[in-house]
């Protein structure tokens, strides 16, 4: 069976301080994805502690790839501090480095691979087409933009959607997080991983539903979300569409 292709764009990281190898690598990589019509947008760094201090900030990277030797803070550094403080385990970071003496202090990085400088480009496309297949496997996200930043969140992590002004408030299991977008918009992308609407401010994950009553929903963080009048009848008819979905599923 064909693989499926990978249809969301990738976010990737390029950390090193030597700016002639960080715009190989980010030539690369671009001339990478358009071979394989992906979409994408590449962020690049010198230093380490600039970069911690973006991902700080919840920006997201599918792929990182992070030199070894810089100054400061090097990459290693930078390895431990994404898995062990941001508590990030799924970012894919592909380490870069003229030597290869590291391979035991990389190793409870979890690095997804190791390019040794010079790095030729049938090398990084052998390392991207990995990535690529990896991320295929992964749990689905949600990509949102915050000011320049492209930011991702798995969408089993998503309670609802309220918007508010012109803002989109994303109420999720670690808090919220506010962001520019048209609610309608954000319904096309979920609209097959269980999100429907009650109310045209409000979208609602049906994973997180506790209890539904004719004219509420009880989430399971105890909120309870008022349904419009005029969407009672299409949530009904929801919700016993799911309830058959999962009976099926169980036969």
């Known amino acids: ?3 499926k292709q990978i249809s969301i764009n990738l976010k990737i990281g390029i950390c090193d301080d030597d700016i002639c190898m960080a715009s190989d690598i980010e030539k690369f990589v671009m001339t990478y994805c358009k ?3 992906l979409g994408f947008d590449i962020d690049t760094y010198y230093s380490g502690d600039r970069i911690i201090k973006d991902l700080e900030e919840r920006v ?3 792929i990182l ?3 070894i030797e810089m100054k400061k803070m090097d990459g290693v550094m ?3 501090y994404i898995r062990e403080q941001l508590h990030n385990d799924s970012m894919l970071i592909i380490y870069i480095s003229s030597y290869t003496q590291y391979a035991m202090e990389l190793f409870q990085i979890r690095p997804m691979d190791f390019l040794v400088k010079p790095i030729s480009p049938q090398r990084m496309y052998e390392v991207l087409d990995i ?3 990896l991320l295929n496997r992964k749990e689905i996200s949600f990509s949102y933009k915050q000011g320049r930043n492209f930011n991702k969140i798995l969408v089993k992590e998503i309670i609802y959607f309220r918007a508010k002004d012109r803002e989109v408030e994303m109420i999720t299991t670690n808090g919220v997080i506010c962001f520019y977008e048209v609610l309608g918009n954000i319904y096309q992308v979920l609209k ?3 999100f429907f609407f009650i109310h045209k401010s409000y979208l609602v994950n049906y994973d997180y539903v506790d209890e539904f009553y004719y004219d509420r929903l009880i989430m399971v963080n105890g909120e309870c979300l008022k349904i ?3 969407r009672r009848k299409d949530v009904r008819k929801y919700q016993i569409e799911m309830l058959c979905g999962e009976m099926n599923d169980g036969n």
Request: hydrophobic share 40%.
């Open 1 to 3: 069976m064909k693989e």
């Open 35 to 37: 071979m394989k019509s």
């Open 60 to 62: 997201y990277f599918d």
């Open 65 to 67: 790839f992070l030199d």
């Open 78 to 80: 930078v390895g431990h």
């Open 131 to 133: 990535a690529v297949r």
């Open 192 to 194: 097959d991983h269980g």
């Open 228 to 230: 419009a009048q005029g």
